[in-house]
């Protein structure tokens, strides 16, 4: 039995300074869906979870026509897949949080606790990174700035925030005239698994429907989700024909470095790589 302090401040400094006297001692806690299974699992162990569901801001949800769209760390995923303004304007982002784990686990799950436990598997970091999101991060004592998403993890269950800073909203700028995107992943089932790969593909498209500008992000395939940046510079200024998808797709899965495990070899992760990328691109253009 693990024997811990429990905090639930109702405001963010209230949040903030807590942190800042325990030291590292602390966990936040968002929805739990990770952190109490680490702790049940015996790898973590914190003093004092501090319970953040109640802070107004970790729980803000907004959009407003030609502004970001505004995802507070405790909004659950499934609040934010119905959300109207991410289902007509970010529908991978949608698409990405309606995958996470079972029904009844994205009613306690969040984005923000998805992108902070940093698994390379984490859906919603590729639809994210390729929609130029930004981590809002808060501290006692300093302003609030912005990370973008990219630049975020560090490694496998590791972040950029240190143990009294505070995720506070994830911040996706507006839409751009002609954008789309799309996010596929690959898993053994069909439903509560992790994914082996996941491919997040957006695009700008011209009225030519020739690409303006292109983003693929990869999961599951690297310490942290990447970038496909080759593949990427292939794209903008032309048509999407059949052959540009093929060798673009080719070009993505030389992007990741994926391991050996029991879910896949590092050549099978490739193969998936490239099928995925070959198919989002497709759906994108469609």
């Given at each position: 039995?693990?024997?811990?302090?429990?905090?639930?401040?109702?405001?963010?400094?209230?949040?903030?300074?807590?942190?800042?006297?325990?030291?590292?001692?602390?966990?936040?806690?968002?929805?739990?869906?990770?952190?109490?299974?680490?702790?049940?699992?015996?790898?973590?162990?914190?003093?004092?979870?501090?319970?953040?569901?109640?802070?107004?801001?970790?729980?803000?949800?907004?959009?407003?026509?030609?502004?970001?769209?505004?995802?507070?760390?405790?909004?659950?995923?499934?609040?934010?897949?119905?959300?109207?303004?991410?289902?007509?304007?970010?529908?991978?982002?949608?698409?990405?949080?309606?995958?996470?784990?079972?029904?009844?686990?994205?009613?306690?799950?969040?984005?923000?606790?998805?992108?902070?436990?940093?698994?390379?598997?984490?859906?919603s970091a590729p639809p994210l990174i390729c929609?130029?999101?930004?981590?809002?991060?808060?501290?006692?004592?300093?302003?609030?700035?912005?990370?973008?998403?990219?630049?975020?993890?560090?490694?496998?269950?590791?972040?950029?925030?240190?143990?009294?800073?505070?995720?506070?909203?994830?911040?996706?700028?507006?839409?751009?005239?002609?954008?789309?995107?799309?996010?596929?992943?690959?898993?053994?089932?069909?439903?509560?698994?992790?994914?082996?790969?996941?491919?997040?593909?957006?695009?700008?498209?011209?009225?030519?429907?020739?690409?303006?500008?292109?983003?693929?992000?990869?999961?599951?395939?690297?310490?942290?989700?990447?970038?496909?940046?080759?593949?990427?510079?292939?794209?903008?200024?032309?048509?999407?024909?059949?052959?540009?998808?093929?060798?673009?797709?080719?070009?993505?899965?030389?992007?990741?470095?994926?391991?050996?495990?029991?879910?896949?070899?590092?050549?099978?992760?490739?193969?998936?790589?490239?099928?995925?990328?070959?198919?989002?691109?497709?759906?994108?253009?469609?």
């Amino acid at each position: 039995m693990i024997n811990f302090d429990y905090f639930a401040p109702l405001s963010l400094r209230e949040a903030l300074s807590i942190l800042d006297k325990q030291r590292g001692k602390a966990k936040v806690l968002a929805g739990g869906t990770d952190l109490i299974i680490q702790m049940k699992d015996g790898h973590a162990a914190p003093d004092v979870i501090v319970d953040l569901k109640g802070i107004p801001e970790l729980n803000r949800l907004e959009w407003k026509e030609g502004k970001a769209l505004h995802i507070g760390a405790a909004v659950p995923l499934n609040k934010i897949a119905a959300f109207p303004p991410v289902k007509s304007k970010y529908g991978m982002l949608g698409t990405a949080c309606s995958l996470i784990g079972s029904l009844q686990l994205r009613n306690r799950a969040t984005a923000g606790g998805n992108i902070c436990n940093a698994a390379p598997s984490a859906d919603s970091a590729p639809p994210l990174i390729c929609l130029g999101a930004r981590a809002i991060i808060a501290k006692k004592g300093a302003k609030k700035w912005a990370v973008p998403l990219e630049d975020f993890f560090k490694g496998p269950g590791k972040t950029c925030l240190e143990s009294d800073e505070i995720l506070v909203e994830i911040e996706v700028p507006k839409p751009l005239i002609g954008s789309t995107g799309c996010y596929l992943r690959h898993i053994p089932r069909n439903e509560m698994d992790i994914a082996v790969v996941g491919v997040a593909v957006f695009l700008v498209l011209n009225k030519a429907r020739k690409c303006k500008t292109a983003k693929i992000a990869l999961g599951a395939v690297a310490p942290t989700p990447v970038r496909a940046i080759q593949a990427e510079s292939m794209l903008p200024g032309n048509a999407l024909t059949d052959e540009l998808i093929e060798q673009v797709a080719a070009a993505a899965a030389e992007a990741a470095s994926p391991i050996s495990d029991v879910r896949g070899s590092a050549d099978y992760r490739k193969e998936i790589i490239r099928v995925l990328t070959l198919r989002a691109l497709k759906k994108a253009a469609a």
